[in-house]
């Protein structure tokens, strides 16, 4: 494994030397980024909230007999500081939030007694870490919208620096890579060096995804550790139990993504191949998710970040065996065929044929509504025929350019 690992990164030193750089670099703006924004918000906070205001509101939403039309009413911008007691995170105790058009009483009791106390709750750069009220203990960024007349703020500060939504690009960019590696026959070049063209997968993803996410890790803990170079430290209050519950979670996700992606690379061999399988993979799962919800009621992506970590270690584990197990029946011969092994064709054929099924001929027969047209029965009948029929000829280890030449 050294000896192809020390071969892969002669080849692509430079390449991975840029990535490692734009990974940092991608840290080192976020910190300047949420700066700005943070100094923006807080201009934006003094320019149109005073504290002169808030108590004359909060004073007038203590009396008695006061309704909630008489606030506007009296005070023009009544809204911007009601709005912004209602988003500020806080519960009842009971674990549900205020309501809009909610009672005076009730916005006096979340208002706090001091307006420092209030701007200070406003400009707070990382967001409640209620678990009432967001489940998972964090929100992955603060969303600030402020509905000024003509000068609408809307600001984002994100609370988690790397290690979220940019881990994807590492996932994509991971994926990239094994094609671009294969269509320039780098593993019959890797054989002839160090005899095990096996091994290149591993090398691809230490050098692609697990150093890149160690780096985002890294620099995701640096930001967090210098936010208050940037923002006054009483406006930082660092929810280090929250931020690595969440920022596990996520990088649990993107690990398995990757781990399916050297899966899908073990058992697909031609580079046009892949690009296929993957395209028709995640319409495929699309509408088996949309099909499930249809016929169960329930919504597996707003569930995800409920599976537990065994969920992710039985798949993750599972996948990793049986790319193990690809790899060590490669061989080049096998890089130009649909399905790498020939044992593994009729079972790959099955699975499409069942998604096939499920994704376009369950709901014909099982959720047709009152808007179901002719022409969706058309093509829920049309459509998993050509599948069915393109793919066994795919599947079955035939060039795509016969298809069009006979």
Known sequence: MKNVMTAYYKLRKGWLIAFY???????????????????????????????????????????????HADVYDKYENAYLYLNMIESDGETDGKGSTKQAGAAPSAYYKQMPAKFETFRARQLAYYGPTNR???????????????????????????????????????????????????????PSFIRSRTGHAGLLLGAQAIYWAIIPFVLAGVMSV???????????????????????NYSA????????????AGFVHALVGNPIYKVITFICALGALGLSISVFYGLTGIGILNNVNRFSYLTYFLIGGVSILATVWLQS??????????????????????????????????????????????????????????????????VLNKDIRHLFSK
């Open 329 to 394: 029946k490669y061989s080049l011969e096998q890089d130009s065929s649909y399905i790498r092994l020939p044992k593994l064709r009729l079972a790959f054929y099955l699975v499409i044929v069942f998604f096939t099924v499920f994704d376009f001929l369950v709901p014909l027969f099982a959720l047709r509504g009152d808007n179901w047209r002719v022409m969706d029965s058309v093509i829920h009948v049309i459509v998993p025929i050509v599948l069915v029929v393109l793919f066994a000829k795919l």
């Open 222 to 244: 640096v930001t967090q550790l210098t936010r208050s170079l940037f923002i006054p430290e009483k406006f930082v209050t660092v929810p280090w139990s929250a931020i690595l």
């Open 132 to 186: 009432h009220l967001y489940g998972e203990g964090l929100v992955p960024y603060r969303q600030i919208w402020l509905g000024i007349p003509e000068e609408t703020v809307n600001i984002s500060l994100n609370a988690v620096a790397l290690i979220g939504a940019p881990l994807l690009v590492i996932v994509a960019v991971f994926g990239l890579m094994l094609m671009f590696d294969q269509w320039k026959q780098l």
């Open 21 to 67: 750089s734009l990974i940092i670099l991608a840290g080192m703006v976020s910190m300047v980024v949420d700066s700005g924004n943070w100094h923006t918000l807080e201009k934006q906070f003094d320019k149109h909230f005073s504290a002169k205001i808030y108590d004359e509101i909060r004073d007038y939403l203590g009396t008695e007999q006061v309704s």
């Open 249 to 260: 979670d996520f990088l649990a996700q993107m690990i398995l993504l990757v781990i399916l």
